[in-house]
């Protein structure tokens, strides 16, 4: 069954670094999320991504991050400058074609700011 | 006047017996609204959704119930197996858009 992944599993990183975390959507979907988790929360929208674009984006979404789809299959979240509160699980999820479908997410990565 | 269940973080079940997990959802304008269960470490995964034209659907094992008059969201699991603990999260909003998630039910099944 296909699946969306996710690399790394963890990162470590200092304060003010830039970090990519990288997402392979599921090969025929269409529609791609960024969502964070910090740890023991509920899972909170980051930016939703279409035909190259971003469609849609939450406060968090701030000038530190950016998205690119940089070939036909990654999906890629950016922080230009990390900060201690950027750590948390950050999750990839994509959708198909239709509006009714269900987002399918990653296993998540983990990021840790030190 | 009519009662829905109380949303708990935690609720703890022994093999065998029925689970029922409530959720209260904000948003009125919601057309659209998904289970997901997240094991420890992993993403969430996908179980069952509804869409607002309906008030009950059911999979195996489970059925999620929709009450749109008081914005209440259940999903019942029959059944309960050691392997159904984990978080269990609402989620809900307009079909295609992103997803708002509600607070995480910890279930847990003891043998």
């Known amino acids: 069954e296909p699946e969306v992944t996710q690399t790394p599993s963890h990162q470590v990183t200092q304060m003010g670094q830039e970090v990519i975390l990288r997402c392979v959507p599921i090969?025929?979907?269409?529609?791609f999320y960024w969502y964070r988790q910090i740890l023991g929360q509920k899972v909170e929208f980051l930016v939703s991504?279409?035909?190259?674009?971003?469609?849609?984006k939450s406060e968090i979404f701030d000038d530190q991050f950016s998205v690119e789809r940089p070939d036909g299959s990654n999906f890629t979240l950016k922080i230009r400058s990390t900060k201690l509160e950027d750590s948390a699980m950050y999750f990839c999820?994509?959708?198909?074609?239709?509006?009714?479908?269900?987002?399918?997410f990653g296993p998540g990565t983990r990021l840790l700011v030190l | 006047g009519e009662s829905v269940g109380l949303h708990l973080p935690t609720l703890s079940v022994q093999e065998g017996d029925n689970s029922i997990i409530n959720c209260a959802y904000s948003?009125?304008?919601?057309?659209?609204f998904i289970w997901y269960k997240q094991e420890s470490g992993k993403g969430p995964q996908f179980i069952i959704d509804?869409?607002?034209?309906?008030d009950k659907r059911q999979g195996q094992r489970v059925t999620v119930l929709l009450n749109k008059t008081v914005k209440h969201l259940s999903l019942q699991i029959a059944a309960t197996q050691p392997g159904d603990s984990a978080v269990y999260f609402c989620?809900?909003?307009?079909?295609?858009?992103?997803?708002?998630f509600g607070k995480g039910t910890t279930l847990s099944v003891s043998s």
């Open positions: 509804i869409r607002s034209n309906m």
């Open positions: 090969s025929n979907h269409l529609y």
């Open positions: 999820a994509s959708r198909g074609r239709t509006t009714s479908e269900t987002q399918y």
């Open positions: 948003n009125s304008a919601s057309d659209y």
């Open positions: 989620a809900w909003g307009q079909a295609g858009t992103a997803l708002i």
């Open positions: 991504f279409y035909n190259n674009e971003i469609s849609e």
